[in-house]
């Protein structure tokens, strides 16, 4: 249920805005489901039919919904709504839309670090980081390809613990980090090279999102850098303020 509008600064549509987008997030509205028609969601708010279109609009902007003529609006389906903030959580995303999830580790490794993996955690380069690749799947299709690295010193075991739990959040907790936070996310897109477009299979023309990111402690301290390969139409990546 959308909640009510509380007194606020905030421009009416933006609030309108902001309780759809909530409802759409948390699936209280499923994907492909319809919408209250425009004169409903006026009634139901208090407010215009042009106050209501300016929220609509922004979230189709978004590519949250998607409006046909005639028929009304529609929570774009087959799509994850991915929030990234600063606490950016790839399980409780899925699971907050209602959707089933699973991540399978592909392989744990042992690697030296690159330029770019070393400035990232603060370390030299070619010491030795310990790399996790993992596929990620919502409702049964492969969404995203990721290799997270961490540093072997702080965290010898992490590849054995995230073997065990398929968790990287849960793997950390053993290693100590009760919690982390997003520090940086960098997106851009390109073409999928051959191996990836198999592994999420997709077509490989199609272009693909890739993220790369850092995640630190309580301390602001890096405990991993990682770069993720997302299969471009199944993913709405959304950036939270």
Request: aromatic share 8%; net charge positive; with cysteine.
């Amino acid at each position: 249920m959308i909640p009510d509008i509380p007194p606020a600064k905030t421009p009416l549509w933006r609030q309108i805005h902001d309780r759809l987008k909530a409802a759409i997030m948390d699936g209280s509205y499923a994907p492909g489901e319809r919408l209250p028609t425009e004169q409903a969601l006026s009634e139901r708010f208090g407010v215009n039919r042009h106050t209501v279109r300016r929220a609509i609009a922004a979230l189709a902007d978004l590519g949250l919904l998607r409006i046909e003529q005639g028929r009304g609006m529609f929570v774009q389906e087959n799509v994850l709504f991915y929030p990234i903030g600063k606490r950016t959580r790839f399980t409780e995303s899925v699971e907050r839309q209602n959707r089933s999830r699973g991540r399978r580790i592909l392989s744990a490794d042992m690697q030296k670090a690159d330029a770019r993996t070393a400035e990232a955690l603060h370390m030299l380069r070619g010491r030795a980081v310990i790399r996790l690749r993992s596929l990620g799947e919502v409702d049964g299709r492969p969404v995203n390809l990721s290799d997270h690295y961490f540093n072997k010193a702080r965290f010898p075991e992490i590849n054995r613990y995230a073997l065990e739990t398929l968790s990287i959040t849960e793997s950390l907790r053993r290693c100590g980090v009760g919690d982390y936070f997003r520090k940086l996310t960098r997106v851009t897109t390109r073409m999928p090279k051959r191996e990836e477009a198999d592994i999420l299979r997709q077509p490989y023309n199609r272009p693909v999102l890739l993220t790369e990111s850092i995640d630190v402690d309580g301390d602001d301290q890096p405990i991993s850098f990682g770069t993720t390969v997302w299969a471009g139409d199944r993913i709405q990546l959304v950036f939270e303020t």
